[in-house]
């Protein structure tokens, strides 16, 4: 016979209390609906658990032995429901976001760094992928990608500013060869090349200036997967790279590396977290994209 708990409490109130009024005033019930439970969970046990007098309640003997096996189990599950509270309020459990070398290095790691460590019950892993992944198919909570080419029925959350990439290459290649005045003159050029992961051909290099957009096919030596080969082997004269501004700015303030055509090369939409609109997100999820927001 299973009795409903809260029939279970009532019965450890009035034990306890040793009054119908009391009882009901801590419980906030009418004492008449207290009686009735009472009464209602001694019919279903078929023995009476409480002797009532006009002045006073007291346990009988099934009463004491069912107060002394009860209500340790009944307070283990209050501290069990309390513990779940607290664990609903310290996020806790592990958070999987897929994404490239560079989202990692410039934008989710640096916040992360900062702040993860204030909450230990939260373990993040992260995926470096190249080409364009199947979240939900692939068990990850989440995914990052530049915001304009995110599918319209994820949710996108943005984790960086707006980037911009541009082209430079080493002084001693400049001197060499007569910096481009515009994207055309690229062609002529030695330029490393960056193979996208997911189309598997090569990056059509991209320009704006006045509303006006231009493509460029480029080609050179070297061609790479990844920003970061890119970088190295325009610092050793290779060519001209096309790369996020963020990934160089040091090497420019250096004198390192030379920016060209910087007035061809316009901001697009910055790396944003998404993913699945129709999902129940925990509360690790959550916490860990309030981390990785941005805010201007």
């Given at each position: 016979?299973?009795?409903?708990?809260?029939?279970?409490?009532?019965?450890?109130?009035?034990?306890?209390?040793?009054?119908?009024?009391r009882?009901?005033a801590?419980?906030g019930?009418?004492q008449?609906?207290?009686?009735?439970?009472?009464?209602?969970?001694?019919?279903?046990?078929?023995?009476?658990?409480?002797?009532?007098?006009?002045?006073?309640?007291s346990?009988?003997?099934a009463?004491?032995?069912?107060?002394?096996k009860?209500?340790?189990?009944?307070?283990?599950?209050?501290?069990?429901?309390?513990?779940?509270?607290?664990?609903?309020?310290?996020?806790?459990?592990?958070?999987?976001?897929?994404?490239s070398e560079?989202?990692?290095?410039?934008?989710?790691?640096?916040?992360?760094?900062?702040?993860?460590?204030?909450y230990?019950d939260?373990?993040?892993?992260?995926?470096?992928?190249?080409?364009?992944?199947?979240?939900?198919?692939?068990?990850?909570?989440?995914g990052?990608?530049?915001?304009?080419?995110?599918e319209?029925?994820?949710?996108?959350?943005?984790?960086?500013?707006?980037?911009?990439?541009?082209?430079v290459?080493?002084p001693?290649?400049?001197?060499?060869h007569?910096p481009?005045a515009?994207?055309?003159?690229?062609?002529?050029?030695?330029c490393?090349?960056?193979?996208?992961?997911?189309?598997?051909?090569?990056?059509?290099w991209e320009?704006?200036?006045?509303?006006?957009p231009?493509?460029?096919?480029?080609?050179g030596?070297?061609?790479?997967?990844?920003?970061?080969?890119?970088?190295?082997?325009?610092?050793?004269g290779?060519?001209?790279?096309?790369?996020?501004?963020?990934?160089?700015?040091?090497?420019?303030?250096?004198?390192?590396?030379?920016?060209?055509?910087?007035?061809?090369c316009?901001?697009?939409?910055?790396f944003?977290?998404?993913?699945?609109?129709?999902?129940?997100?925990?509360?690790?999820?959550?916490?860990?994209?309030?981390?990785?927001?941005?805010?201007?």
């Amino acid at each position: 016979m299973r009795e409903n708990i809260n029939d279970l409490w009532a019965f450890v109130a009035v034990a306890k209390d040793r009054s119908f009024t009391r009882a009901a005033a801590r419980l906030g019930v009418a004492q008449s609906s207290l009686s009735r439970t009472i009464q209602k969970l001694e019919e279903q046990l078929g023995v009476r658990l409480l002797t009532r007098t006009t002045r006073s309640v007291s346990p009988t003997e099934a009463g004491e032995r069912l107060l002394d096996k009860v209500l340790p189990r009944l307070d283990e599950i209050e501290a069990e429901l309390l513990a779940l509270r607290e664990l609903r309020e310290r996020p806790a459990g592990t958070v999987r976001i897929t994404c490239s070398e560079h989202a990692v290095e410039t934008v989710i790691w640096p916040k992360l760094a900062g702040v993860l460590r204030d909450y230990p019950d939260i373990k993040v892993e992260i995926s470096i992928e190249h080409s364009f992944t199947d979240i939900a198919a692939d068990g990850f909570d989440a995914g990052v990608r530049l915001g304009e080419s995110i599918e319209k029925d994820m949710i996108a959350v943005r984790i960086g500013p707006d980037q911009r990439l541009i082209a430079v290459g080493s002084p001693e290649y400049l001197c060499a060869h007569a910096p481009p005045a515009t994207p055309q003159d690229l062609v002529a050029h030695t330029c490393i090349n960056l193979r996208l992961a997911t189309q598997g051909g090569l990056y059509a290099w991209e320009f704006e200036r006045d509303g006006r957009p231009v493509r460029v096919r480029v080609d050179g030596q070297l061609t790479f997967n990844t920003i970061r080969p890119i970088v190295a082997a325009a610092l050793a004269g290779y060519g001209i790279a096309f790369i996020p501004e963020d990934s160089v700015a040091g090497h420019i303030v250096s004198g390192e590396l030379v920016q060209v055509l910087d007035e061809w090369c316009q901001p697009i939409s910055g790396f944003h977290l998404y993913y699945p609109s129709r999902r129940q997100n925990s509360a690790a999820f959550q916490t860990v994209v309030a981390m990785l927001r941005h805010r201007a």
